[in-house]
């Protein structure tokens, strides 16, 4: 687990990141300005240039938090632009000469500790020829400013679209798994009815099986992603309900890869899988009818595929899929959005196969 910075921490981290900033600002004009006073014949160090070039722009550091506290307040879309604007023009002049004043006061400070005092007048004087420069600096840090601002709310606006984007899909999850409890829960009860008038015995046992598989299921904590150990479980109850059923007429064969049981896998997405094959494949027919369920790993995805012995896939595919199946393709494309397949195709031994494939880390 990372661990964040406590807020003092932060705070240190912050003021200097900050200070650190203005220090390379005031290096990259000190550069500029010791070419331009040795161009220009007015000689001086690389200290002295530095020294001066820091001065300025550490002023402005200084200046650049209440111009930032300022422009936040009054940010450029609020209000009238006129207004805003004649708010802006007063503070960039004020600003300025709060500027010129700090300035002053510390090239004056400057001179004293050189052993060499000049008079506040004679520092202020060279500055007033760059109030222009001092305006667009005003400009320059509202400007930047409200970049900054932007794509943080921007960030913050991206971040909680994101997390309303995960909830409405953890949503849709939920509402699809409760209507897929509901509709394999009715069919069984179905398939009891149906043998309560010609075998009382079995639709009792039918009835026993059904009450462990409604344990299991309300033992669910109802997430999207399951253990496919515990998929492959209940489907195993699910299959011995459908073998009362159908007495010798269905024979199933589950064959698991051992290395895919710990994969995470969408829940009961193999029982509207089984239930289509036995409803399409062994109900209609009066001979024997055959499930297959196989599940292999393969590099980076999870491989389940069903097959029955029925009649396959008609000429022009089905018409309309049931609910299992439509349930099946929207729980899928929710989860991994185009990263998975789903197929069914007629095998050429007769019968159809259902494949599925999930990407597995």
């Not at 930047?144 to 953890?170: C, G």
Request: with cysteine.
């Amino acid at each position: 687990m990372i661990s964040r910075p406590s807020p003092v921490l932060h705070q240190v981290l912050k003021l200097f990141g900050y200070a650190v900033f203005w220090t390379l600002v005031g290096l990259a004009f000190a550069g500029q300005f010791y070419l331009s006073s040795n161009l220009l014949g007015r000689s001086i160090t690389w200290l002295e240039a530095i020294t001066y070039s820091l001065g300025d722009w550490y002023v402005w550091g200084l200046l650049s938090v209440p111009i930032a506290r300022f422009a936040r307040r009054f940010p450029p879309e609020a209000g009238a632009a006129w207004r805003t604007a004649g708010i802006h023009l007063a503070a960039a002049f004020g600003f300025s000469c709060a500027y010129v004043g700090l300035r002053a006061l510390l090239g004056q400070a400057h001179s004293w500790v050189l052993d060499e005092p000049v008079a506040f007048s004679e520092v202020v004087r060279p500055l007033l020829r760059t109030f222009p420069f001092d305006l667009l600096m005003y400009g320059v840090i509202v400007s930047v400013n409200h970049a900054i601002d932007y794509y943080r709310k921007y960030h913050e606006r991206t971040v909680h679209t994101l997390e309303l984007e995960k909830h409405l899909a953890e949503a849709r999850l939920q509402a699809l798994l409760r209507q897929l409890k509901p509709h394999f829960l009715f069919n069984t009860l179905n398939g009891i009815a149906s043998l309560m008038h010609s075998d009382v015995h079995a639709a009792d046992r039918m009835l026993v099986r059904l009450a462990e598989l409604l344990r299991l299921t309300m033992s669910h904590p109802g997430q999207p992603l399951t253990g496919l150990r515990d998929e492959i479980a209940f489907i195993e109850k699910y299959l011995e309900i459908e073998r009362i059923r159908f007495r010798e007429r269905l024979s199933v064969s589950i064959d698991v890869d051992p290395a895919a049981l710990d994969a995470q896998v969408p829940s009961l997405i193999l029982q509207p899988l089984v239930e289509n094959a036995i409803r399409h494949g062994v109900e209609p027919h009066a001979r024997p009818g055959r499930i297959e369920l196989v599940v292999r790993r393969e590099p980076g995805a999870i491989v389940l595929t069903v097959r029955d012995n029925g009649a396959g896939e008609p000429p022009g595919g089905f018409t309309r899929e049931g609910i299992g199946l439509a349930n099946t393709r929207a729980r899928l494309r929710e989860l991994y959005g185009e990263r998975y397949r789903f197929e069914l195709a007629n095998h050429p031994e007769g019968g159809l196969v259902v494949r599925l494939s999930l990407p597995s880390a």
